[in-house]
């Protein structure tokens, strides 16, 4: 089993910045594992944000947030971040961590095996 905990969102100001975390444990957990982080907003498809490989040295970032969020991990801690910076309305949605063991699978799929609860991050105008 894998579990997956979010925290960090919340409501903010379009042009300010939010810091997510997402704490990983479990007895099959590894931390070996790719991770990453989705979004969902009202009314539309789940996608791929970005994901990083487990040494943290590839690392996809969807085109609209390159520039804007940083994915990074602390693999003593087991846990991923995400910091978004210069955030627009059209970054609300409730993000969720996730897992796998394959990076490249992962990112060509746009899916992950493990997920969180998910965060809600708002954005307002």
């Known amino acids: 089993q894998v579990q997956l905990v979010e925290s960090g969102g919340g409501l903010v100001q379009a042009g300010g910045s939010l810091r997510l975390s997402c704490a990983a444990s479990?007895?099959?957990?590894?931390?070996?594992?790719?991770m990453g982080w989705f979004r969902q907003a009202p009314g539309k498809e789940r996608e791929l944000v970005t994901a990083?490989?487990?040494?943290?040295?590839?690392?996809y970032y969807k085109e609209s947030v390159k520039g804007r969020f940083t994915i990074s991990r602390d693999n003593a801690k087991n846990t991923v971040y995400l910091q978004m910076n210069s955030l627009n309305t059209e970054d609300t949605a409730v993000y969720y961590c996730?897992?796998?063991?394959?990076?490249?699978?992962?990112?060509?799929?746009?899916?992950?095996?493990?997920w969180g609860k998910g965060t809600l991050v708002t954005v307002s105008s």
């Open positions: 479990g007895r099959t957990f590894s931390t070996f594992y790719a």
């Open positions: 990083i490989n487990w040494r943290g040295s590839t690392i």
């Open positions: 996730a897992a796998d063991r394959e990076y490249s699978r992962s990112v060509a799929r746009d899916d992950m095996a493990y």
